[in-house]
Protein backbone atom coordinates (compact mmCIF):
# COMPACT_ATOMS: atom_id res chain seq x y z
CA UNK A 1 0.00 0.00 0.00
CA UNK A 2 2.76 2.29 1.04
CA UNK A 3 4.49 1.37 -2.34
CA UNK A 4 0.97 2.89 -4.24
CA UNK A 5 1.31 5.89 -2.03
CA UNK A 6 4.67 6.67 -2.64
CA UNK A 7 4.09 6.48 -6.56
CA UNK A 8 0.67 8.54 -6.45
CA UNK A 9 2.98 10.97 -4.03
CA UNK A 10 5.69 11.23 -7.37
CA UNK A 11 2.89 11.85 -9.74
CA UNK A 12 1.34 14.50 -7.88
CA UNK A 13 4.97 16.04 -7.64
CA UNK A 14 5.07 15.93 -11.34
CA UNK A 15 1.98 17.50 -12.25
CA UNK A 16 2.46 20.27 -9.50
CA UNK A 17 6.09 20.93 -10.85
CA UNK A 18 4.34 21.36 -14.27
CA UNK A 19 3.68 25.09 -13.62
CA UNK A 20 7.25 25.70 -13.40
CA UNK A 21 8.75 23.19 -15.46
CA UNK A 22 10.17 25.94 -18.39
CA UNK A 23 12.04 27.04 -15.48
CA UNK A 24 13.81 23.83 -14.03
CA UNK A 25 14.73 23.04 -17.80
CA UNK A 26 16.20 25.83 -17.86
CA UNK A 27 17.79 26.14 -14.71
CA UNK A 28 19.34 22.84 -15.63
CA UNK A 29 21.02 24.03 -18.48
CA UNK A 30 22.18 26.56 -17.14
CA UNK A 31 23.71 24.21 -14.60
CA UNK A 32 25.41 22.66 -17.31
CA UNK A 33 27.07 25.42 -19.46
CA UNK A 34 28.35 27.33 -16.66
CA UNK A 35 28.84 24.74 -13.55
CA UNK A 36 30.41 25.98 -10.30
CA UNK A 37 34.03 25.03 -9.82
CA UNK A 38 36.36 25.92 -7.30
CA UNK A 39 39.51 25.94 -8.70
CA UNK A 40 41.91 28.47 -7.49
CA UNK A 41 43.90 29.96 -10.33
CA UNK A 42 47.38 29.06 -10.27
CA UNK A 43 48.92 31.14 -13.08
CA UNK A 44 48.11 34.01 -12.25
CA UNK A 45 49.34 36.63 -14.07
CA UNK A 46 51.16 34.58 -16.69
CA UNK A 47 50.68 31.82 -19.57
CA UNK A 48 48.08 31.30 -22.17
CA UNK A 49 44.39 31.77 -21.83
CA UNK A 50 41.73 28.88 -23.51
CA UNK A 51 39.42 31.31 -24.73
CA UNK A 52 39.61 29.83 -28.45
CA UNK A 53 39.24 26.96 -27.50
CA UNK A 54 35.47 26.06 -29.05
CA UNK A 55 36.00 22.12 -28.37
CA UNK A 56 34.71 22.78 -24.72
CA UNK A 57 31.41 24.82 -26.21
CA UNK A 58 30.63 21.75 -28.27
CA UNK A 59 31.17 19.78 -25.15
CA UNK A 60 28.60 21.50 -23.38
CA UNK A 61 26.18 21.20 -26.10
CA UNK A 62 26.58 17.95 -26.08
CA UNK A 63 26.20 17.34 -22.99
CA UNK A 64 22.96 19.65 -22.75
CA UNK A 65 21.15 17.58 -25.08
CA UNK A 66 22.40 14.02 -23.42
CA UNK A 67 21.38 15.24 -19.64
CA UNK A 68 19.28 12.79 -18.22
CA UNK A 69 17.80 15.19 -16.25
CA UNK A 70 16.85 17.36 -19.00
CA UNK A 71 15.12 14.70 -21.17
CA UNK A 72 12.78 13.51 -18.02
CA UNK A 73 11.77 16.80 -17.32
CA UNK A 74 11.41 17.15 -21.01
CA UNK A 75 8.95 14.09 -21.08
CA UNK A 76 7.71 15.03 -17.96
CA UNK A 77 6.33 18.04 -20.00
CA UNK A 78 5.44 16.77 -23.24
CA UNK A 79 3.30 14.13 -21.18
CA UNK A 80 1.54 15.93 -19.24
CA UNK A 81 0.67 18.98 -21.76
CA UNK A 82 -0.49 15.96 -23.94
CA UNK A 83 -2.95 14.56 -21.28
CA UNK A 84 -4.42 18.27 -20.59
CA UNK A 85 -4.85 18.63 -24.11
CA UNK A 86 -6.86 15.48 -24.70
CA UNK A 87 -8.95 15.64 -21.66
CA UNK A 88 -12.81 17.01 -21.42
CA UNK A 89 -13.13 21.03 -20.51
CA UNK A 90 -14.76 20.31 -16.80
CA UNK A 91 -11.92 17.83 -15.82
CA UNK A 92 -9.43 20.25 -17.30
CA UNK A 93 -11.06 23.22 -15.43
CA UNK A 94 -10.52 20.94 -11.74
CA UNK A 95 -7.08 19.87 -12.84
CA UNK A 96 -5.90 23.19 -13.76
CA UNK A 97 -7.72 24.81 -10.43
CA UNK A 98 -6.77 22.25 -7.70
CA UNK A 99 -2.98 21.12 -9.39
CA UNK A 100 -2.06 23.66 -11.49
CA UNK A 101 -2.65 27.04 -10.72
CA UNK A 102 -0.22 28.80 -8.53
CA UNK A 103 -3.16 30.07 -5.90
CA UNK A 104 -4.85 26.77 -5.91
CA UNK A 105 -8.58 26.52 -5.27
CA UNK A 106 -9.64 24.61 -2.79
CA UNK A 107 -12.15 21.76 -3.25
CA UNK A 108 -15.39 24.35 -1.78
CA UNK A 109 -14.63 26.91 -3.67
CA UNK A 110 -14.88 24.61 -6.91
CA UNK A 111 -18.22 23.00 -5.76
CA UNK A 112 -19.94 26.19 -5.95
CA UNK A 113 -18.36 27.94 -8.98
CA UNK A 114 -18.99 24.17 -10.41
CA UNK A 115 -22.34 23.48 -9.04
CA UNK A 116 -20.42 19.65 -8.65
CA UNK A 117 -20.08 17.98 -5.36
CA UNK A 118 -16.92 17.13 -3.51
CA UNK A 119 -17.02 13.51 -4.85
CA UNK A 120 -17.25 14.23 -8.36
CA UNK A 121 -14.39 16.47 -8.11
CA UNK A 122 -12.46 14.33 -6.36
CA UNK A 123 -13.31 11.48 -8.81
CA UNK A 124 -12.48 13.50 -12.01
CA UNK A 125 -9.00 14.99 -10.28
CA UNK A 126 -7.88 11.33 -9.61
CA UNK A 127 -9.15 9.98 -13.16
CA UNK A 128 -6.48 12.64 -14.50
CA UNK A 129 -3.90 11.63 -11.71
CA UNK A 130 -4.00 7.77 -12.81
CA UNK A 131 -3.99 8.61 -16.08
CA UNK A 132 -0.91 10.69 -15.64
CA UNK A 133 0.46 7.43 -13.57
CA UNK A 134 -0.06 5.26 -16.83
CA UNK A 135 1.53 7.92 -19.03
CA UNK A 136 4.45 9.01 -16.95
CA UNK A 137 5.25 5.11 -16.81
CA UNK A 138 4.86 5.12 -13.01
CA UNK A 139 2.64 2.69 -12.93
Known sequence: MDHIDRKRRAVLKIIEEHKNIDILIEQRRLEIMYPYKFDKDENVGGGKSDFGNTEVVARQAIS???????KKLEFHKKTIDRLLNNIDDLTFKIVNDLLLNKKSKSIYDLESELHLTHTTIYKKRNQFIDLAQKYLNLG
Open 64 to 70: VSNDPAI
